[in-house]
């Protein structure tokens, strides 16, 4: 692999996690005791993984430290928006600089735009303002659960967060320059770079049509505060409903191509085998015979309000999470608690817009002894998650219902 990962030692996980103040229900002691790391993770990550907090952040699940990856623990995503002292954080360059607003510049141009143009934070923060709320997942999310293993960050459930996002429309911004009728992906650079050359640089492209919707934003506020330097301060791009990857932060430079973008995070980096998911959104100028990029996020859902094996009291008990994909909007959330023979209806709560998390709850009328509690969500058009792993190379689109097992005393 390219990206180097020094997986320091673990210090201080205990301590760190017992003061992050939640009042939810506990964890076993055994998990208490380290890292909580997402049950199925491979054992050797349990050894190298840290709680740590960085600068201005509450204690994460710290991956690897060159360059910073760090999940949020399953507590951390038990509200629909996540605050942003919560939020995860994925890097693939180690050198990222504390931008300074004063020199601060967003260079747009490029081969497919009629002219150039330099854009300080205040002149983005003169546009029109628009807000939306939406999820940032990585595309490598749930890697480490995937049968066979696959290298890379080995994440959890913790590599997503939601957050209400405000900043102008990229199509505005473009809309200063002009765009070219040839142009057919919008390129986008950020202010960190690789601290050894032989790493690529990080620069990622969509679709023009994607560029154009108007929800994809340069955000400059994250649940109404300037964004954490470690979720790309000043501004970052925002692309509702695609992955993280393209969602670049500190984003420095915005170019209208009129040729496809070769770069190796287009190409070989985040892609996916051809006709294997069921995406509705295409990225065709850079799809090839075996593979394509990854583009949206597909329907998934998470158990929040329980780990599995967490001890419950028989009787009522509340089971809750949330549910998300790629745009369309959550139809319907359904459990089973007999592992998927019969389903009932969970109650879903407040819709905060498509691109968000849709919260969820199901009251268990738990019995002594074992009780198994499988999630699947449906979306508007039609698309539930998977029973079996859709194997793929680099691990990503991991939508398998979870079956937990609570056991009530
Ligand atoms: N400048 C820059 N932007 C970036 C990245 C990066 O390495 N550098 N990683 C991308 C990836 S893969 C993801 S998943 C998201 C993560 O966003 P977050 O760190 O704010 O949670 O940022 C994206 N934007
Ligand atoms: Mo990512």
Redo the contacts with the bound molecule.
Sequence with gaps: MITRRHLLGTAGASAAFATSGLSLPKFSEAEAAGVPLTPGIPAGVQSIAAMEALPGKKPLIRLADR?PNYEAPLEYLRTPITPNDE???????SDIPEVDVKTYRIKVGGDGANGQAELTLDDLKKMPAFEVVAV?????NRRGLSKPHVPGVEWGYG?M?CARWKGARLKDVLDKIGLKKETIEIEFG???GPAVDTTPD?V?SIPIWKALDESTLVAYEMNGQPLPH???FPA?VVVPGW?????????NAITALTKPLTAFWMNPAYRIPRGKFPVVARFTSQEYAPNTPITEMVINSLITSHRDGAKIKTGKVTVSGIAWDGGYGIRMVEVSTDSGKTWSTAKLGEDLGRFAFRPWSFELSAKRGKNTVMVNATNKIGQAQVAALIFNGAGYHNNVMQNITLNAA
Excluded: E, I
């Excluded at 939020?87 to 360059?93: C, D, G, Q």
């Excluded at 940032?136 to 490598?140: A, R």
């Excluded at 992955?243 to 984003?251: A, C, D, E, L, P």
């Design positions: 360059p939020f995860f954080v994925r890097y693939h360059l940032n997942q990585c595309s490598g590599a967060g950020g202010a960190d990080f990622k470690f979720n790309g970052r992955t993280g990857t393209y969602w670049m932060k500190h984003v």
